[in-house]
Protein backbone atom coordinates (compact mmCIF):
# COMPACT_ATOMS: atom_id res chain seq x y z
CA UNK A 1 0.00 0.00 0.00
CA UNK A 2 1.49 3.13 -0.78
CA UNK A 3 0.11 6.48 0.31
CA UNK A 4 -0.24 9.32 -2.42
CA UNK A 5 -0.51 13.33 -1.89
CA UNK A 6 -1.02 14.99 -5.05
CA UNK A 7 -4.54 16.59 -6.11
CA UNK A 8 -6.12 17.79 -9.04
CA UNK A 9 -8.04 21.18 -9.13
CA UNK A 10 -11.49 21.49 -9.08
CA UNK A 11 -13.20 22.47 -12.70
CA UNK A 12 -14.90 25.93 -12.45
CA UNK A 13 -18.21 24.31 -13.57
CA UNK A 14 -18.04 22.14 -9.78
CA UNK A 15 -16.61 24.73 -8.50
CA UNK A 16 -19.46 26.95 -8.56
CA UNK A 17 -22.09 24.00 -7.69
CA UNK A 18 -19.92 23.64 -4.73
CA UNK A 19 -20.25 27.00 -3.65
CA UNK A 20 -24.52 26.62 -3.17
CA UNK A 21 -25.25 27.44 0.57
CA UNK A 22 -27.96 24.68 0.20
CA UNK A 23 -29.04 21.78 -2.37
CA UNK A 24 -32.62 21.63 -2.62
CA UNK A 25 -34.94 18.77 -3.87
CA UNK A 26 -36.21 18.74 -7.72
CA UNK A 27 -39.52 18.37 -7.96
CA UNK A 28 -41.94 18.87 -11.25
CA UNK A 29 -38.76 20.89 -12.52
CA UNK A 30 -37.99 23.25 -9.80
CA UNK A 31 -35.91 23.28 -7.37
CA UNK A 32 -38.02 23.60 -3.88
CA UNK A 33 -36.50 23.28 -0.30
CA UNK A 34 -37.94 20.59 2.30
CA UNK A 35 -41.43 21.59 3.21
CA UNK A 36 -40.14 21.48 7.06
CA UNK A 37 -37.21 23.62 6.15
CA UNK A 38 -35.09 20.84 8.12
CA UNK A 39 -31.68 20.68 6.36
CA UNK A 40 -28.59 17.99 6.83
CA UNK A 41 -25.03 18.24 5.94
CA UNK A 42 -23.34 15.81 3.50
CA UNK A 43 -19.21 14.88 3.75
CA UNK A 44 -16.00 14.56 2.26
CA UNK A 45 -14.76 11.39 3.33
CA UNK A 46 -11.35 12.11 2.06
CA UNK A 47 -11.17 15.21 4.58
CA UNK A 48 -14.45 14.52 6.65
CA UNK A 49 -15.23 17.95 6.40
CA UNK A 50 -18.60 19.05 5.38
CA UNK A 51 -19.14 19.23 1.66
CA UNK A 52 -22.86 20.66 1.50
CA UNK A 53 -25.49 21.06 3.60
CA UNK A 54 -28.78 19.30 1.41
CA UNK A 55 -32.96 19.90 2.29
CA UNK A 56 -33.85 17.21 4.82
CA UNK A 57 -37.23 15.98 3.06
CA UNK A 58 -40.07 13.54 4.23
CA UNK A 59 -43.52 11.74 3.47
CA UNK A 60 -44.54 15.70 2.59
CA UNK A 61 -41.86 15.80 0.22
CA UNK A 62 -42.02 12.53 -1.14
CA UNK A 63 -46.22 12.82 -1.76
CA UNK A 64 -45.40 16.71 -3.34
CA UNK A 65 -42.73 14.59 -6.11
CA UNK A 66 -45.09 11.60 -6.20
CA UNK A 67 -48.12 13.86 -7.38
CA UNK A 68 -45.87 15.66 -9.86
CA UNK A 69 -44.79 11.76 -11.02
CA UNK A 70 -48.14 11.22 -11.48
CA UNK A 71 -49.35 14.49 -13.16
CA UNK A 72 -46.48 13.95 -15.93
CA UNK A 73 -47.05 10.44 -16.62
CA UNK A 74 -50.78 11.31 -17.02
CA UNK A 75 -49.82 14.56 -19.11
CA UNK A 76 -48.26 15.10 -22.43
CA UNK A 77 -45.46 12.88 -21.64
CA UNK A 78 -47.36 9.91 -22.22
CA UNK A 79 -48.20 11.10 -25.56
CA UNK A 80 -44.39 11.20 -26.46
CA UNK A 81 -43.71 8.82 -29.40
CA UNK A 82 -40.87 5.55 -28.86
CA UNK A 83 -38.88 8.55 -31.61
CA UNK A 84 -39.10 11.20 -29.54
CA UNK A 85 -37.78 9.39 -26.37
CA UNK A 86 -35.08 7.82 -28.62
CA UNK A 87 -34.00 11.52 -29.65
CA UNK A 88 -34.19 12.79 -25.77
CA UNK A 89 -32.30 9.93 -24.76
CA UNK A 90 -29.33 10.55 -27.94
CA UNK A 91 -29.95 14.41 -26.22
CA UNK A 92 -28.98 13.45 -22.93
CA UNK A 93 -26.04 10.89 -23.77
CA UNK A 94 -24.79 14.81 -25.71
CA UNK A 95 -24.80 16.58 -22.32
CA UNK A 96 -23.64 13.79 -19.61
CA UNK A 97 -20.87 13.08 -22.28
CA UNK A 98 -19.72 17.02 -22.35
CA UNK A 99 -20.61 17.76 -18.52
CA UNK A 100 -19.12 14.32 -17.29
CA UNK A 101 -15.93 15.75 -15.62
CA UNK A 102 -17.97 17.72 -13.39
CA UNK A 103 -20.07 14.88 -12.35
CA UNK A 104 -17.13 12.89 -12.09
CA UNK A 105 -15.30 15.85 -9.65
CA UNK A 106 -18.78 15.75 -7.51
CA UNK A 107 -19.03 12.38 -7.33
CA UNK A 108 -15.00 11.85 -5.82
CA UNK A 109 -15.81 15.05 -3.46
CA UNK A 110 -19.09 13.34 -2.37
CA UNK A 111 -18.42 9.65 -2.23
CA UNK A 112 -14.69 9.34 -2.03
CA UNK A 113 -14.07 7.08 -5.08
CA UNK A 114 -10.85 8.01 -6.37
CA UNK A 115 -11.03 10.25 -9.34
CA UNK A 116 -9.69 7.34 -12.10
CA UNK A 117 -12.13 5.44 -11.07
CA UNK A 118 -15.19 8.06 -11.27
CA UNK A 119 -13.81 9.58 -14.80
CA UNK A 120 -13.56 5.70 -15.65
CA UNK A 121 -17.26 5.53 -15.49
CA UNK A 122 -17.57 7.59 -18.73
CA UNK A 123 -18.20 4.71 -20.97
CA UNK A 124 -19.89 2.77 -19.44
CA UNK A 125 -22.39 5.55 -18.34
CA UNK A 126 -22.73 6.63 -22.11
CA UNK A 127 -23.00 2.73 -23.08
CA UNK A 128 -25.71 2.58 -20.46
CA UNK A 129 -28.06 5.57 -21.89
CA UNK A 130 -26.83 4.22 -25.76
CA UNK A 131 -29.03 0.93 -24.79
CA UNK A 132 -31.50 2.55 -23.61
CA UNK A 133 -31.95 4.55 -26.59
CA UNK A 134 -31.75 1.11 -28.41
CA UNK A 135 -34.29 0.11 -26.27
CA UNK A 136 -37.50 2.81 -27.28
CA UNK A 137 -38.34 0.86 -30.31
CA UNK A 138 -37.71 -2.50 -29.57
CA UNK A 139 -40.92 -2.41 -27.15
CA UNK A 140 -44.19 -4.86 -28.69
CA UNK A 141 -46.87 -7.12 -28.76
CA UNK A 142 -48.21 -10.06 -30.05
CA UNK A 143 -50.74 -11.24 -32.43
CA UNK A 144 -52.74 -13.95 -30.28
CA UNK A 145 -54.75 -16.60 -31.83
CA UNK A 146 -58.00 -17.86 -29.66
CA UNK A 147 -60.40 -20.43 -29.90
CA UNK A 148 -63.76 -17.95 -29.06
CA UNK A 149 -66.87 -17.88 -31.17
CA UNK A 150 -67.64 -15.71 -33.86
CA UNK A 151 -64.62 -13.39 -34.81
CA UNK A 152 -62.80 -11.97 -32.65
CA UNK A 153 -59.03 -10.87 -32.57
CA UNK A 154 -56.86 -11.18 -29.61
CA UNK A 155 -53.69 -9.20 -28.78
CA UNK A 156 -51.05 -8.64 -26.30
CA UNK A 157 -49.46 -4.66 -25.58
CA UNK A 158 -46.78 -3.36 -23.28
CA UNK A 159 -47.26 -0.71 -21.37
CA UNK A 160 -45.32 1.59 -18.91
CA UNK A 161 -46.34 0.49 -15.56
CA UNK A 162 -46.55 4.03 -14.36
CA UNK A 163 -44.33 5.58 -11.07
CA UNK A 164 -41.20 4.42 -10.04
CA UNK A 165 -39.77 4.99 -7.05
CA UNK A 166 -36.43 4.68 -7.38
CA UNK A 167 -33.96 4.26 -3.99
CA UNK A 168 -30.48 4.82 -5.11
CA UNK A 169 -27.08 3.44 -2.75
CA UNK A 170 -24.17 5.86 -1.98
CA UNK A 171 -21.19 3.38 -3.55
CA UNK A 172 -21.83 4.68 -7.30
CA UNK A 173 -24.74 6.88 -7.64
CA UNK A 174 -22.84 8.54 -10.65
CA UNK A 175 -23.29 4.95 -12.08
CA UNK A 176 -26.19 3.19 -10.76
CA UNK A 177 -28.96 5.80 -11.12
CA UNK A 178 -28.61 5.07 -14.98
CA UNK A 179 -30.34 1.63 -14.42
CA UNK A 180 -33.55 3.60 -13.46
CA UNK A 181 -32.92 7.06 -15.60
CA UNK A 182 -32.49 4.88 -18.62
CA UNK A 183 -35.39 2.66 -18.04
CA UNK A 184 -37.95 5.28 -17.00
CA UNK A 185 -36.97 7.48 -20.23
CA UNK A 186 -36.95 4.60 -22.73
CA UNK A 187 -40.01 3.11 -21.23
CA UNK A 188 -42.52 6.29 -20.49
CA UNK A 189 -42.60 5.99 -16.93
CA UNK A 190 -41.75 8.51 -14.54
CA UNK A 191 -40.19 8.56 -11.13
CA UNK A 192 -39.55 9.54 -8.04
CA UNK A 193 -35.40 9.03 -7.18
CA UNK A 194 -33.96 9.05 -3.05
CA UNK A 195 -30.36 9.04 -3.23
CA UNK A 196 -28.46 8.04 -0.09
CA UNK A 197 -28.22 10.49 2.34
CA UNK A 198 -24.52 10.38 2.03
CA UNK A 199 -24.34 10.54 -1.85
CA UNK A 200 -26.83 12.50 -3.35
CA UNK A 201 -24.74 15.49 -5.48
CA UNK A 202 -24.41 13.64 -8.30
CA UNK A 203 -28.41 12.83 -8.91
CA UNK A 204 -28.91 16.32 -8.27
CA UNK A 205 -26.74 17.35 -10.80
CA UNK A 206 -27.80 14.48 -13.67
CA UNK A 207 -31.32 15.41 -13.38
CA UNK A 208 -30.86 19.11 -13.32
CA UNK A 209 -28.67 18.23 -16.81
CA UNK A 210 -32.07 15.94 -17.91
CA UNK A 211 -33.92 18.93 -18.16
CA UNK A 212 -31.21 20.73 -19.82
CA UNK A 213 -31.75 18.30 -22.45
CA UNK A 214 -35.49 18.65 -22.71
CA UNK A 215 -36.92 16.02 -20.76
CA UNK A 216 -40.36 17.29 -19.50
CA UNK A 217 -40.87 18.36 -16.12
CA UNK A 218 -41.91 15.90 -13.10
CA UNK A 219 -40.93 12.92 -15.34
CA UNK A 220 -37.77 12.40 -12.97
CA UNK A 221 -38.08 14.04 -9.30
CA UNK A 222 -35.40 13.76 -6.60
CA UNK A 223 -36.09 14.36 -2.95
CA UNK A 224 -32.93 14.41 -0.67
CA UNK A 225 -32.78 12.75 2.96
CA UNK A 226 -32.79 10.08 5.65
CA UNK A 227 -33.92 6.29 4.26
CA UNK A 228 -35.42 6.01 7.21
CA UNK A 229 -37.98 8.71 6.62
CA UNK A 230 -37.61 10.20 3.00
CA UNK A 231 -36.50 6.31 1.52
CA UNK A 232 -39.46 4.33 4.02
CA UNK A 233 -42.15 7.29 2.41
CA UNK A 234 -41.30 6.41 -1.14
CA UNK A 235 -40.93 2.43 -0.44
CA UNK A 236 -44.93 2.98 1.22
CA UNK A 237 -46.46 5.86 -1.08
CA UNK A 238 -49.74 4.51 -2.68
CA UNK A 239 -49.07 6.27 -5.72
CA UNK A 240 -45.86 4.21 -6.23
CA UNK A 241 -46.22 1.67 -9.30
CA UNK A 242 -42.88 0.00 -8.95
CA UNK A 243 -39.71 0.25 -6.48
CA UNK A 244 -35.80 -0.19 -7.76
CA UNK A 245 -34.06 -0.53 -4.77
CA UNK A 246 -29.97 -1.25 -4.25
CA UNK A 247 -29.09 -1.52 -0.93
CA UNK A 248 -28.82 -3.89 2.24
CA UNK A 249 -30.52 -6.89 2.43
CA UNK A 250 -32.00 -5.77 5.86
CA UNK A 251 -33.73 -2.36 3.98
CA UNK A 252 -34.80 -4.65 1.34
CA UNK A 253 -36.35 -6.90 3.39
CA UNK A 254 -38.43 -3.72 4.85
CA UNK A 255 -38.99 -2.39 1.46
CA UNK A 256 -40.88 -6.36 0.52
CA UNK A 257 -43.13 -5.33 3.39
CA UNK A 258 -44.04 -1.69 2.59
CA UNK A 259 -44.91 -2.65 -0.79
CA UNK A 260 -47.76 -4.67 -0.08
CA UNK A 261 -49.74 -1.64 0.60
CA UNK A 262 -50.55 -1.26 -3.11
CA UNK A 263 -48.99 -4.54 -4.35
CA UNK A 264 -45.58 -2.46 -5.56
CA UNK A 265 -43.43 -4.56 -8.61
CA UNK A 266 -40.15 -4.79 -7.49
CA UNK A 267 -36.22 -4.64 -8.47
CA UNK A 268 -33.95 -5.51 -5.01
CA UNK A 269 -30.34 -5.89 -5.77
CA UNK A 270 -29.06 -6.39 -2.46
CA UNK A 271 -25.80 -8.00 -0.42
CA UNK A 272 -23.51 -10.43 -1.41
CA UNK A 273 -20.82 -12.12 -0.67
CA UNK A 274 -19.12 -13.61 -3.85
CA UNK A 275 -17.47 -16.69 -3.59
CA UNK A 276 -14.01 -16.24 -6.18
CA UNK A 277 -12.73 -19.70 -6.99
CA UNK A 278 -9.15 -19.89 -7.65
CA UNK A 279 -7.88 -23.43 -8.55
CA UNK A 280 -4.19 -24.45 -8.75
CA UNK A 281 -3.73 -24.38 -12.59
CA UNK A 282 -5.05 -20.84 -12.54
CA UNK A 283 -2.48 -18.23 -14.16
CA UNK A 284 -2.06 -16.42 -11.31
CA UNK A 285 -0.56 -13.37 -13.19
CA UNK A 286 -4.10 -12.74 -13.96
CA UNK A 287 -5.67 -14.42 -10.77
CA UNK A 288 -3.98 -12.59 -7.85
CA UNK A 289 -4.60 -9.06 -9.04
CA UNK A 290 -7.89 -9.66 -10.32
CA UNK A 291 -8.77 -11.04 -6.74
CA UNK A 292 -7.75 -8.39 -4.94
CA UNK A 293 -9.34 -6.19 -6.80
CA UNK A 294 -12.15 -7.66 -6.99
CA UNK A 295 -12.56 -6.92 -3.64
CA UNK A 296 -10.26 -3.46 -3.10
CA UNK A 297 -12.18 -1.55 -5.90
CA UNK A 298 -14.28 1.28 -4.41
CA UNK A 299 -12.52 0.49 -1.18
CA UNK A 300 -14.74 -2.87 -1.26
CA UNK A 301 -17.86 -0.75 -1.17
CA UNK A 302 -19.34 -3.03 -4.38
CA UNK A 303 -22.18 -5.68 -3.97
CA UNK A 304 -20.95 -7.79 -5.78
CA UNK A 305 -16.89 -7.83 -3.88
CA UNK A 306 -15.46 -11.34 -4.71
CA UNK A 307 -14.51 -11.09 -0.89
CA UNK A 308 -14.20 -14.47 -0.41
CA UNK A 309 -11.51 -16.04 -1.73
CA UNK A 310 -10.97 -19.63 -2.07
CA UNK A 311 -7.82 -20.64 -3.15
CA UNK A 312 -6.81 -25.05 -3.78
CA UNK A 313 -4.50 -25.57 -1.38
CA UNK A 314 -1.54 -26.60 -3.11
CA UNK A 315 -0.97 -23.09 -4.37
CA UNK A 316 -2.32 -21.89 -0.99
CA UNK A 317 1.24 -20.07 0.15
CA UNK A 318 2.22 -19.06 -2.92
CA UNK A 319 -1.26 -16.94 -3.74
CA UNK A 320 -1.21 -15.40 -0.10
CA UNK A 321 2.29 -14.55 -0.75
CA UNK A 322 1.87 -12.79 -4.37
CA UNK A 323 -2.08 -11.20 -2.72
CA UNK A 324 0.31 -9.42 -0.01
CA UNK A 325 2.44 -8.22 -2.45
CA UNK A 326 0.44 -6.63 -5.06
CA UNK A 327 -1.26 -5.39 -1.97
CA UNK A 328 1.56 -3.07 -1.46
CA UNK A 329 1.70 -1.64 -4.89
CA UNK A 330 -1.61 -0.45 -4.54
CA UNK A 331 -1.73 3.39 -4.16
CA UNK A 332 -4.46 4.88 -1.64
CA UNK A 333 -4.92 8.79 -1.21
CA UNK A 334 -7.41 11.71 -1.26
CA UNK A 335 -10.20 11.21 -4.15
CA UNK A 336 -8.62 13.83 -5.89
CA UNK A 337 -5.51 12.66 -5.75
CA UNK A 338 -4.62 11.26 -9.78
CA UNK A 339 -2.92 8.52 -8.54
CA UNK A 340 -4.65 6.78 -5.73
CA UNK A 341 -6.21 3.54 -6.79
CA UNK A 342 -8.11 3.27 -3.99
CA UNK A 343 -10.12 6.03 -1.93
CA UNK A 344 -11.60 6.51 1.43
CA UNK A 345 -14.82 4.63 3.11
CA UNK A 346 -18.30 6.55 3.04
CA UNK A 347 -18.56 7.51 6.21
CA UNK A 348 -17.26 7.67 9.86
CA UNK A 349 -20.00 5.10 10.06
CA UNK A 350 -18.87 2.79 8.02
CA UNK A 351 -14.99 3.18 8.93
CA UNK A 352 -16.38 2.38 12.33
CA UNK A 353 -17.99 -1.11 10.81
CA UNK A 354 -15.47 -2.03 8.82
CA UNK A 355 -12.83 -1.87 11.62
CA UNK A 356 -14.86 -3.83 14.04
CA UNK A 357 -15.28 -6.60 11.42
CA UNK A 358 -11.29 -6.49 11.06
CA UNK A 359 -10.65 -6.81 14.65
CA UNK A 360 -13.63 -9.81 14.83
CA UNK A 361 -11.84 -11.22 12.26
CA UNK A 362 -8.21 -11.96 14.51
CA UNK A 363 -10.52 -12.74 17.78
CA UNK A 364 -12.24 -15.57 15.58
CA UNK A 365 -9.37 -16.79 15.09
CA UNK A 366 -8.18 -15.70 11.16
CA UNK A 367 -5.00 -14.85 10.37
CA UNK A 368 -3.79 -11.09 9.50
CA UNK A 369 -1.29 -10.81 6.92
CA UNK A 370 -1.63 -7.66 5.83
CA UNK A 371 -3.02 -4.60 6.54
CA UNK A 372 -6.37 -4.02 8.79
CA UNK A 373 -5.17 -0.51 10.38
CA UNK A 374 -7.17 2.91 9.87
CA UNK A 375 -4.77 5.12 8.09
CA UNK A 376 -3.02 8.28 10.17
CA UNK A 377 -0.55 10.85 8.91
CA UNK A 378 -1.89 13.13 5.80
CA UNK A 379 -5.12 10.96 5.64
CA UNK A 380 -6.12 10.40 9.22
CA UNK A 381 -8.81 13.05 9.10
CA UNK A 382 -10.39 11.36 6.37
CA UNK A 383 -12.32 7.61 6.89
CA UNK A 384 -9.16 5.73 5.25
CA UNK A 385 -8.52 1.71 6.33
CA UNK A 386 -5.79 -0.01 4.93
CA UNK A 387 -6.81 -2.81 2.68
CA UNK A 388 -6.78 -5.65 4.72
CA UNK A 389 -6.36 -9.54 3.98
CA UNK A 390 -6.87 -12.50 6.50
CA UNK A 391 -5.16 -15.78 5.49
CA UNK A 392 -6.57 -19.24 7.11
CA UNK A 393 -10.26 -18.67 7.48
CA UNK A 394 -13.04 -20.54 7.64
CA UNK A 395 -16.27 -19.91 5.80
CA UNK A 396 -18.24 -20.56 9.09
CA UNK A 397 -16.70 -17.31 10.80
CA UNK A 398 -18.86 -14.29 10.40
CA UNK A 399 -16.21 -12.52 8.13
CA UNK A 400 -16.49 -14.91 5.59
CA UNK A 401 -20.49 -14.83 6.24
CA UNK A 402 -21.39 -11.10 7.19
CA UNK A 403 -21.40 -8.46 3.56
CA UNK A 404 -18.38 -6.15 5.40
CA UNK A 405 -18.72 -3.51 2.89
CA UNK A 406 -15.07 -2.58 2.99
CA UNK A 407 -11.63 -3.63 1.52
CA UNK A 408 -11.60 -6.58 3.92
CA UNK A 409 -10.76 -10.04 1.79
CA UNK A 410 -10.52 -13.67 3.26
CA UNK A 411 -8.60 -16.48 2.19
CA UNK A 412 -10.50 -19.82 2.33
CA UNK A 413 -8.68 -22.89 1.53
CA UNK A 414 -10.40 -25.83 -0.22
CA UNK A 415 -8.80 -29.32 -1.60
CA UNK A 416 -11.56 -30.35 -4.04
CA UNK A 417 -13.82 -28.88 -6.57
CA UNK A 418 -16.97 -30.40 -4.85
CA UNK A 419 -15.38 -28.88 -1.96
CA UNK A 420 -14.87 -25.53 -3.71
CA UNK A 421 -18.54 -25.74 -4.92
CA UNK A 422 -20.09 -26.64 -1.63
CA UNK A 423 -18.70 -23.53 0.35
CA UNK A 424 -19.06 -21.32 -2.85
CA UNK A 425 -22.56 -22.14 -2.11
CA UNK A 426 -22.74 -21.92 1.59
CA UNK A 427 -23.84 -18.85 1.77
CA UNK A 428 -27.20 -16.42 2.43
CA UNK A 429 -26.40 -14.20 -0.69
CA UNK A 430 -26.05 -14.93 -4.17
CA UNK A 431 -25.02 -11.77 -6.27
CA UNK A 432 -21.88 -12.91 -7.87
CA UNK A 433 -18.77 -15.12 -8.51
CA UNK A 434 -15.53 -16.37 -10.45
CA UNK A 435 -13.59 -19.17 -11.44
CA UNK A 436 -9.74 -19.18 -12.20
CA UNK A 437 -8.63 -22.17 -14.23
CA UNK A 438 -7.00 -23.34 -17.46
CA UNK A 439 -9.37 -26.39 -17.34
CA UNK A 440 -12.64 -25.55 -19.22
CA UNK A 441 -14.31 -28.55 -17.81
CA UNK A 442 -13.67 -27.00 -14.81
CA UNK A 443 -14.92 -23.79 -15.16
CA UNK A 444 -18.06 -24.96 -17.16
CA UNK A 445 -19.02 -27.37 -14.26
CA UNK A 446 -18.30 -24.47 -11.27
CA UNK A 447 -20.40 -22.15 -13.19
CA UNK A 448 -23.00 -24.41 -13.90
CA UNK A 449 -23.44 -25.45 -10.14
CA UNK A 450 -22.67 -22.06 -8.19
CA UNK A 451 -25.88 -20.30 -7.12
CA UNK A 452 -25.57 -17.11 -8.22
CA UNK A 453 -27.05 -14.90 -10.57
CA UNK A 454 -23.81 -13.75 -12.33
CA UNK A 455 -20.50 -15.81 -13.15
CA UNK A 456 -17.23 -14.60 -14.64
CA UNK A 457 -14.41 -16.67 -15.39
CA UNK A 458 -10.98 -15.89 -15.66
CA UNK A 459 -11.76 -12.19 -15.06
CA UNK A 460 -13.92 -10.49 -12.65
CA UNK A 461 -16.31 -7.66 -12.21
CA UNK A 462 -16.94 -7.02 -16.03
CA UNK A 463 -20.62 -5.61 -16.50
CA UNK A 464 -21.95 -5.01 -20.38
CA UNK A 465 -25.57 -3.02 -20.32
CA UNK A 466 -26.52 -5.26 -23.44
CA UNK A 467 -25.85 -8.25 -21.09
CA UNK A 468 -26.91 -6.95 -17.81
CA UNK A 469 -27.17 -8.81 -14.66
CA UNK A 470 -28.87 -9.84 -11.70
CA UNK A 471 -29.04 -11.78 -8.43
CA UNK A 472 -30.58 -14.58 -6.58
CA UNK A 473 -31.44 -15.93 -3.11
CA UNK A 474 -31.04 -12.94 -0.51
CA UNK A 475 -29.16 -10.62 -2.92
CA UNK A 476 -32.53 -10.12 -4.74
CA UNK A 477 -34.35 -10.70 -7.38
CA UNK A 478 -34.87 -8.21 -11.41
CA UNK A 479 -33.00 -7.76 -13.95
CA UNK A 480 -30.07 -5.16 -14.36
CA UNK A 481 -29.44 -4.65 -18.27
CA UNK A 482 -30.15 -6.84 -20.97
CA UNK A 483 -33.69 -7.01 -22.49
CA UNK A 484 -35.43 -8.51 -19.69
CA UNK A 485 -34.25 -5.03 -17.60
CA UNK A 486 -37.16 -2.92 -19.90
CA UNK A 487 -39.92 -5.39 -19.32
CA UNK A 488 -39.66 -4.76 -15.59
CA UNK A 489 -40.83 -1.07 -16.23
CA UNK A 490 -43.90 -2.52 -18.62
CA UNK A 491 -46.89 -4.27 -18.32
CA UNK A 492 -48.89 -6.54 -20.59
CA UNK A 493 -52.36 -5.70 -21.29
CA UNK A 494 -54.56 -8.22 -23.45
CA UNK A 495 -57.05 -7.00 -25.96
CA UNK A 496 -59.89 -8.51 -27.39
CA UNK A 497 -61.91 -7.19 -30.36
CA UNK A 498 -64.94 -8.55 -31.67
CA UNK A 499 -65.25 -7.72 -34.98
Known amino acids: MTPTASRIPLSAATESLLARDQFLHLVD ?48 WRLWTPYERQRLLHRVHDIIETNFEELAQ ?82 GCTAVLKPAEDASLSVLRTVALLHEAGMPAGVINVVTGQGSVAGAALASHPGVDRIAFTGSTATGRKIIEASAINIKKLQLELGGKSPDIVFADADLEKAVPSAAMAVFANTGQVCYAGSRVFVQRPILREFCDRLAEFTKTIRIGHGLDPDAQLGPLISKKQLDSVMSYIKLGSNEGAELIYGGLRLEGPLGDGFFVSPTIFANVENNMRIAQEEIFGPVLSVIPFDTEAEA ?57 GAKGGRAHLDTYLYTKTVYIDT
Not at 160 to 166: A, E, K, M, S
Not at 439 to 452: A, D, E, G, K
Request: charged fraction near 15%; glycine fraction near 14%; charge should be neutral.
Open 29 to 76: GKDVPSISGKTFDTFDPSSGNVLARLSEGDAADIDAAVKAARGAFEGP
Open 106 to 187: VETMDMGAPISRTMGFKSFVLKVIAFFASQCGSVSGETLLNSLPGSVHTMSLKAPVGVIGGIIPWNGPLGSQWWILGAVLAS
Open 421 to 477: IALGNASEYGLGGAVWSRNISTTLNVVRQIHTGVMWVNCYGLIDPLVGFGGTKLSGY
